[in-house]
């Protein structure tokens, strides 16, 4: 039977996560589009229930016949009602995030990116797709740090949320004792560091801190991490995804060589 009113609990709960960027009240993410839902059945997580409208079960009909998910169809007017993007592909997916823990981030050869109040989405999301594609073992959202719950990091991530481990909400003291207890090396991102990225060992067992956009590196993580600096010509500093992204390469090859 087609959902056609906006009034609809399911629609409702989808529409105040959507607005607000997290969660709906079952512990549930709205990931919108195909190619999220392509990337979702590639990942870790669950497709718990799938949202279309009769054209968009019609246009990816491919797509949605792969998927074992409970299949719900709102009209064009309702599902416009709860998108949050401009240009809707009549598609959604209510996912279930697994649950991951410190041991499974830390992987065969450590290399743990930890965002500190990094509040920006899109660059949340970018830098969780640097990480997957150079061969990080997981991602720490330290508390204040934007949440996977946000459309706009999905879409920056392209997937790569569903399949990273990650851990979120954590705290600065016990992100301090796992590294701490797991001796891994700790490097703090910092423009004005005075030891460039290039001079420090990568192929270690480490952790990478990249700050908040405006103030950088929380003092707290700065005292406990070597600071380091991704060298640059023209320009004083970079934007943090792409200074997050260059630190994640420079690991890579210098991991590649050995």
């Not at 998108?83 to 981030?105: C, D, I, K, M």
């Not at 594609?133 to 991530?157: C, D, E, P, Y």
Request: proline fraction near 4%; glycine fraction near 8%.
């Amino acid at each position: 039977m087609e959902i056609t009113s906006v009034r609809n609990p399911l629609l409702q709960r989808i529409r105040r996560a959507v607005k607000d960027g997290r969660a709906t009240e079952e512990g549930l993410i709205v990931a919108e589009g195909p190619h999220l839902l392509q990337e979702a059945q590639r990942g870790t997580w669950r497709i718990a229930k799938i949202v279309t409208t009769p054209a968009g079960r019609s246009k990816h009909t491919t797509l949605l016949h792969r998927l074992d998910a409970e299949l719900v169809e709102v009209g064009a007017r309702a599902f416009e009602s709860i998108t949050g993007t401009q240009h809707s592909q009549q598609v959604l997916a209510l996912l279930e995030p697994r649950t991951w823990n410190w041991t499974e981030l830390k992987g065969r050869r450590t290399l743990i990116v930890a965002l500190d109040g990094l509040q920006d989405p899109g660059n949340a999301g970018t830098i969780i797709r640097s990480a997957e594609a150079f061969g990080a073992t997981g991602i720490v959202l330290l508390r204040g740090a934007a949440h996977v719950s946000n459309g706009k990091l999905l879409r920056a991530s392209s997937g790569s949320v569903f399949r990273i481990p990650l851990l979120e909400s954590v705290s600065i003291p016990d992100f301090l004792e796992n590294v701490r207890a797991s001796g891994i090396a700790l490097y703090a991102l910092d423009a004005h560091a005075n030891t460039q990225l290039t001079a420090v060992d990568l192929t270690r067992p480490l952790a990478l801190v990249a700050g908040n956009e405006g103030s950088g590196v929380s003092p707290e993580l700065l005292s406990a991490a070597q600071s380091v600096s991704v060298p640059t010509g023209r320009v004083e500093s970079l934007n943090a995804a792409v200074a997050c992204s260059v630190a994640l390469f420079a690991a890579q090859q210098q991991r590649s060589a050995v």
